[in-house]
């Protein structure tokens, strides 16, 4: 088997034995994976690719078709601005920068501490209530400098 540092060999391997060793289990093993781990290395992928016995090429074709299924470690709360035309024009700029400044980063990185990640999102259909984003599955919308502040705040106490 691969080295599997960065999400755990036994771990990856109790995923993979609930499945069987065909092809057409390629996306729910994926989907598994992502959600145990966050995210699905490249050591993991040369694991299922092993398993399947398909090439890791295959594996990159489906992950890069559904964009949940990430290769980096995100953080545990996954902020996705909408930057969709009405966003857009309900001032999402002066969110990108709210967010950046309060959590030191840029988008499309994770702070140090592995709690936020700062992403863009086409429409979520929140147009009418615009600008909108999610944390998580979470929708927030009619967003300000001062709630996304206190949003941020919210999210620090939960930890
Ligand atoms: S354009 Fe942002 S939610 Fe639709």
Request: aromatic share 8%; charged share 30%.
């Amino acid at each position: 088997m691969a080295n599997i540092d960065i999400c755990g060999k036994q771990e990856l391997k109790s995923v993979l034995e609930r499945f069987r060793p065909e092809r057409d289990q390629l996306l729910p093993i994926l989907i598994d994976v992502n959600r145990k781990f966050g995210f699905i290395s490249p050591e993991a992928m040369m694991e299922i690719a092993e398993f399947l016995d398909i090439p890791v090429a295959e594996i990159h074709g489906v992950m890069s078709f559904y964009h949940f299924l990430g290769t980096e470690k995100k953080g545990k709360y996954v902020i996705r601005l909408c930057k969709t035309i009405s966003c857009e024009m309900a001032g999402k700029e002066r969110i990108v920068r709210i967010l950046e400044k309060e959590l030191g980063i840029k988008f499309g990185e994770t702070t140090k501490d592995e709690m936020f990640s700062l992403e863009f999102t086409n429409c979520i259909g929140m147009c009418g209530e615009s600008p909108a984003m999610l944390v998580n599955e979470k929708v927030y919308t009619h967003l300000t400098p001062e709630k996304v502040i206190d949003i941020i705040d919210e999210l620090r106490k939960r930890g």
